[in-house]
């Protein structure tokens, strides 16, 4: 069993177990102090950090991650709590802003009237500061904030929530936009998660358009199924706890809008989208016909080519994924090869793809019909799980390992294989 597939049972094995719960009861009377996020409760504020780590704040409590214990957040921003002695923070955010480093990925924290920024868990110079001198026009006391990019708004934005009034603070600009969203619960907190946006009331939580406000789906949903990892309670995200020593890769791709998908036995993970942490998903959820898994896949001109077995499935790159008419083709029909494809890669911009069989790299032009066999090369690796190319070159990944050439060409001609190195936690998301 692969890393991937290890969690998702981990998951599972989490929402079936029906024994008697943990006992956070316990330690809650040890300490009544101390909040316990699997009761059900209401956040103050929840932001990641730059590192893709998701903190939870209650009281002058905090959770890291998706599982462990509540914390003191002075443990972790001490100045939160020396300097204001309040005890919560109203709201919190990630700051978006890849034209300015100095800001982007840094954590702002909003207590009554001040706002405190932080990076690498340190206070910044000349902060707190008043929220008016930093985010003009932004009201005090807030509920919730939310980092909004652009592309999911229409410019870099910020989000401020308080009652029933979102205040849409654009970066560059410094100027605000209020809306009153009376449809939508009032957000106590408010996280962006893998590019949708998430107003939190109560324990539950139910996702918005950031810019419409509009919800569609079944919501509320229940916190705890999704967003911490509570006994009884669905699987609470996170790919952590499984070694890259085990890691197993089925295949990987680029797409043209620039997102990356792994592929692992029955999951699926986004690899682009690092900065809010690795979560592995059912290849169904998204590709609905890849029900046993891909062997291989490459993306060529807005489609993704899923292989598997002696099958083509061609997927148009869209949310949802959909199947192009006529597909599955055999490997024959589409691509004019036989046999069982391990690997399968296209460098950008490039017509030609790399199908790995075995021990032997074919190359196919994707421009020629019907297709065509240009080169046929042996190769020194045997037992290859997946290949990608990108700007840097190409990977050929074997079992926990992986292999980096400059270009395909040096890999045609290599005769012996490079030195391999070891899939890393920043890679993939294992632990090291
Ligand atoms: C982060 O903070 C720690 C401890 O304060 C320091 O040792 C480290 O150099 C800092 N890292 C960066 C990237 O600033
Ligand atoms: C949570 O959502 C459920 C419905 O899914 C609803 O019955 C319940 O009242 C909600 N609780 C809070 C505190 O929002
Ligand atoms: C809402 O969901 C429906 C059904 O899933 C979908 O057809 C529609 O496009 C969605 N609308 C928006 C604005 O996301």
């Not at 009237?113 to 932004?138: A, H, M, S």
């Not at 793809?353 to 690796?381: E, K, N, Y």
């Amino acid at each position: 069993m692969d890393l991937f597939a290890k969690t998702l049972f981990l998951c599972l094995a989490l929402a079936l177990a029906n024994g008697a719960p943990a006992h956070p009861q316990v330690s809650a009377a040890q300490d009544a102090a101390v909040p316990d996020r699997c009761a059900g409760i209401e956040f103050d504020a929840i932001t990641p950090d730059e590192n893709g780590i998701t903190f939870f704040f209650k009281g002058p409590h905090l959770w890291k991650g998706y599982h462990g214990p509540a914390q003191l957040s002075n443990e972790f921003f001490k100045e939160l709590d020396d300097i204001h002695h309040i005890g919560h923070v109203d709201a919190a955010f990630r700051m978006h802003n890849k034209e300015n480093p100095d800001i982007h990925d840094h954590i702002y924290f909003f207590l009554d009237d001040k706002v405190f920024r932080y990076y690498n868990q340190t206070l910044e110079e000349g902060y707190p500061k008043e929220i008016q001198e930093e985010f003009p026009g932004v009201p005090t006391h807030l509920d919730a904030a939310v980092e909004c990019p652009s592309g999911e708004c229409t410019t870099d934005s910020v989000l401020f929530f308080k009652g029933h009034d979102v205040h849409v603070y654009d970066i560059a600009t410094k100027t605000v936009k209020t809306k009153t969203w009376s449809h939508l619960p009032v957000c106590t907190s408010a996280l962006r998660w893998l590019e949708s946006h998430y107003c939190f009331h109560g324990h539950n939580f139910t996702r918005f358009n950031p810019v419409s406000g509009d919800v569609n789906g079944t919501y509320p949903k229940d916190a705890r199924n999704y967003f911490m990892r509570c006994p009884n309670f669905g699987h609470g995200g996170g790919s952590k706890g499984s070694k890259c020593s085990e890691v197993k890769l089925s295949a990987i791709t680029t797409d043209d809008t620039g997102k990356t998908y792994m592929f692992a036995g029955p999951i699926y993970m986004r690899l682009d989208t690092h900065r809010d942490g690795f979560h592995p998903f059912s290849i169904t959820r998204a590709w609905k016909e890849m029900t046993n898994g891909v062997d291989a896949v490459f993306s060529y001109n807005n489609k993704n080519y899923l292989i598997k077995d002696d099958q083509v499935y061609i997927y148009k790159v869209a949310v949802p994924h959909v199947l192009v008419e006529g597909y599955p083709k055999t490997l024959k029909e589409e691509l004019g090869i036989e046999g069982r494809v391990d690997a399968a890669f296209l460098c950008p911009s490039e017509h030609t793809v790399h199908i790995i069989q075995g021990q032997r790299m074919v190359d196919i032009d994707l421009t020629a019909t019907p297709r065509v066999v240009t080169r046929d090369v042996p190769l020194p690796l045997s037992d290859i799980d997946a290949a990608h190319c990108g700007p840097d070159g190409v990977y050929i990944f074997k079992g926990s390992q992986y292999y980096h050439y400059e270009s395909p060409m040096i890999m045609a001609m290599s005769k012996i294989a490079p030195v391999p190195q070891d899939i890393t936690s920043e890679m993939m998301g294992c632990e090291d």
